[in-house]
């Protein structure tokens, strides 16, 4: 595994995340040993949040840290103020409440990288400025960004905290793969894959901003379970292929699908592999997040960590050249 480093998080980061979606009270044994398998492989950058599972996985997840005594080796990313059904929830008041519960949750006095999970861009970017410092100073969080935010207000929170002597926002965590997306699979969800976000992507890489980016593998589109063939003959009642379909499967994602699966052959790879590759391969401080459900994933998606492609076989998988 290789590891990074994020301003504001004094631990050597692995360049491969590790979701926490799949954890539940229900199936702890099997969570625990997921986790166990990914952090063997080397992995040390977990994804969580305030709602997944109503709550529940920071409270497994916080129970495995306990259990093994590793809380100084983990670097534990949790998100909050996600809409819910009254609407957006961006203000300080519930950036503080659900940072609060999330610290209860998991049985930790910090967190080492506190993530907005949404944006409300009806919402100043002053205020959740302020209310991010006053927890980073209070040590309750350690580095912070944004989660499905845009990169113009990315910049417009990073310009507020220089002029107020203040924190900038870290990270950014859209989604980024070698598939661009063609629907979003959910409302307010931010990208920047594809020829249409060049724009943004050179702005992270003047900025030197890390990104997190989820759902390297386009929901599913690039994890070598589906082919152009498959996907056009799936059938109806086939939930994840008529989303990865709906969201992804556009006539040039079916090519760079194509191009990435010849690719992961000649390398001895798995198609899943590779696109973890991919994203590892772009000129920018990438930290993709995965979500392996087995250990047999798990180790698969660490040994993608040290799996890179040349300018060249990025620019032709991306169909931005036809040699390589």
């Known amino acids: 595994m290789q590891y990074g480093s994020i301003v504001g998080i004094e631990k050597p980061v692995s360049r491969i995340g590790q979701g926490t979606v799949m954890l539940g009270p229900d199936r702890e044994e099997e969570g625990f040993a997921l986790l166990d398998a990914v952090f063997e492989g080397g992995v040390n950058l977990y994804d969580s949040s305030h709602i997944y599972g109503g709550g529940e996985s920071e409270r497994v997840f916080g129970r495995w840290v306990a259990a093994r005594g590793i809380r100084d080796r983990v670097v ?45 861009p009806t919402v100043p970017v002053g205020p959740i ?135 992961a052959a000649e390398r001895g790879i798995s198609v899943a592999q590779a696109a973890i590759a991919y994203v590892l391969s772009q000129p920018l401080s990438m930290f993709p997040l995965t979500a392996a459900w087995t250990p047999e994933e798990a180790h698969a998606n660490a040994a993608a960590g040290e799996i890179r492609f040349s300018p060249a076989e990025v620019a032709w998988l991306d169909l931005q050249a036809e040699t390589r």
């Open 129 to 263: 400025v302020e209310v991010l410092n006053e927890h980073h100073k209070a040590g309750r969080i350690g580095a912070f960004g944004g989660s499905n935010w845009t990169h113009d207000r990315i910049r417009e929170a990073n310009e507020y905290a220089a002029e107020h002597r203040l924190t900038p926002f870290a990270v950014s965590s859209p989604h980024f793969s070698l598939a661009e997306m063609v629907e979003p699979p959910w409302p307010n969800c931010v990208s920047i894959a594809g020829p249409r976000h060049e724009e943004a992507r050179e702005w992270y890489a003047a900025a030197h901003t890390t990104l997190v980016p989820w759902s390297s593998l386009a929901g599913g589109f690039l994890s070598g379970r589906y082919t152009r063939e498959s996907l056009e003959g799936a059938a109806e009642d086939d939930r994840a292929a008529a989303n990865a379909k709906r969201c992804y499967g556009s006539e040039d994602n079916c090519r760079r699908l194509e191009r990435l699966t010849e690719t």
């Open 76 to 120: 534990l990313l949790t998100k909050g103020a996600h809409h819910d059904a009254s609407g957006p929830r961006v203000r300080p008041e519930c950036i503080t409440g659900d940072l609060t519960g999330s610290l209860e949750r998991l049985g930790f006095d910090f967190i080492d990288l506190y993530v907005l999970h949404r944006d409300d």
